[in-house]
């Protein structure tokens, strides 16, 4: 069982730079891919970002291109992180970190297990 902990998220105005953290509980954290996904109220979940369990390759959704990037800390912390620049009135959702080891990596059913969520709210 792998334990997710998210942080970071908060209220910003359209600009603004964020960057989320996931804290996972185990150290086979490493073994895991890993991605950020998000909700909106009213729609459903929605693939953001992923990185490979050893950091070589990164996948994002079009929308966010360039403006958020994903990394993780295997070594020391156990955690993946999502720095969000330029951020857009249309980015308010609730995050959710992910962990997987069978992918396909941008979708939900690709995941064994999540954490709560954080909100991130963006004000235009």
């Known amino acids: 069982q792998v334990q997710l902990v998210e942080s970071g998220g908060g209220l910003v105005q359209a600009g603004d730079s964020l960057r989320l953290s996931c804290a996972a509980s185990?150290?086979?954290?490493?073994?895991?891919?890993m991605a950020w996904f998000r909700q909106a109220p009213g729609k459903e979940r929605e693939f953001v970002a992923a990185i490979t369990w050893n950091g070589g390759s990164t996948y994002y959704a079009d929308s966010v291109k360039g403006r958020f990037t994903i990394s993780r800390n295997n070594a020391a912390k156990n955690t993946v992180y999502l720095q969000m620049n330029m951020l857009k009135a249309e980015d308010t959702a609730v995050y959710y970190c992910?962990?997987?080891?069978?992918?396909?990596?941008?979708?939900?059913?690709?995941?064994?297990?999540w954490g709560q969520g954080t909100q991130v709210t963006v004000s235009s």
């Open positions: 992910a962990a997987g080891s069978r992918g396909p990596l941008g979708v939900v059913g690709g995941y064994d297990y």
């Open positions: 185990r150290r086979t954290f490493s073994a895991y891919a």
